[in-house]
């Protein structure tokens, strides 16, 4: 009887890591396949919001739902406070999993899309470094080849990359 109960555990265990695997391949999806008008960043920032998993990488997603949905935003006080609140939660989603590159790689994209005058674009160099110096994490991390193509193409031509960490994100792009 034990060993049922057991076996009904793991096979419970086993669905909701696949239902969680699941839903954080279906944000990643929308993510970094569609471009997002304000309804698309509505609509991305309530289905992030439905899944109510309490992991660093989904609040990274639902921090970056909430930049999108501020960068929308016609009302200056209300952008700044929403990328203050994404921000926020970015920053404390990179230090539950400091070696999560999903999760940096969101911080530095959102830091590296915003103007310089917010003065929100502290970690770009720490994140840039940290995802460069385990780009051989990115392989192992459950993301499809499209998305580490994008991460590694959008370091080695939207962030101030030197000559030798080009050569480098080259040599692992798929």
């Not at 909701?16 to 929308?30: D, G, W």
């Not at 160099?125 to 959008?154: P, R, S």
């Not at 960490?165 to 792009?173: P, Q, Y």
Request: proline letters at 2%; a negative charge; charged letters at 20%.
């Amino acid at each position: 009887m034990k060993n049922y109960y057991f076996l009904v555990l793991v096979l419970a265990a086993s669905f909701t890591t696949s239902v969680a695997q699941t839903s954080l391949t279906s944000i990643r999806e929308e993510l970094f396949y569609t471009e997002f008008n304000l309804d698309k960043c509505l609509s991305f920032y309530a289905k992030v919001k439905s899944y109510n998993q309490a992991t660093p990488t989904v609040a990274a997603y639902e921090a970056a739902a909430k930049a999108l949905i501020a960068k929308h935003s016609w009302n200056p006080v209300t952008k700044i406070s929403s990328l203050k609140e994404a921000m926020d939660m970015l920053n404390k989603a990179v230090s539950l999993d400091e070696m999560n590159l999903e999760i940096r790689f969101l911080r530095l994209y959102i830091e590296n899309s915003l103007p310089s005058y917010i003065g929100m674009k502290d970690d770009i160099d720490t994140d840039k470094n940290m995802i460069i110096k385990h780009i051989d994490l990115l392989d192992k991390m459950g993301l499809n080849g499209d998305i580490v193509n994008y991460i590694l193409n959008y370091l080695s031509t939207s962030v101030a990359c030197t000559t030798d960490e080009v050569k480098m994100i080259n040599a692992f792009l798929f």
